[in-house]
């Protein structure tokens, strides 16, 4: 419980880095709702295929018109604990409210996105995260 804790602040923290915002800034202008998802990758899947889904986030992902913000990267390697570096790629997208999350889940690029991968991905392992920034 205390590591998805962690994971959870650590992915706030992250969005509040990611878009330049800062925790006492009451004007920010980041888009409220957040979609985080972790994958892992099956350990038969071909070499290369998480620098594949890393540039299909990008190349993909970050043109669905409901996309204020997307970040994708692998793990940091010599990160210290409790941070995790089991999984291969991490995917961060802000949209303006659960409407542009709907859109953006089933939108031709990905729902195609999805289809390419699905079968490399290891679901026992995903996370995803969905919550909205909760501002004071």
Known sequence: MM???SFLAAVGLLVLAATGARADDKKSTTPPY???VIFYLKADAPSGTA??????CHAML????????LKAGKSVEKAGPPTRTDY??????LFDDAEGFKAYATDPLHLKFVEKYRK?????KLAVYDFVDAKK
């Open 51 to 56: 620098d594949e889904v890393l540039a299909d």
């Open 3 to 5: 590591q998805r804790f």
């Open 62 to 69: 970050a043109k669905i018109a409901s996309v204020r913000l």
């Open 34 to 36: 957040v979609h985080t």
């Open 88 to 93: 291969a790629v991490g995917l961060l997208v």
């Open 120 to 124: 490399y991905f290891d679901v026992t």
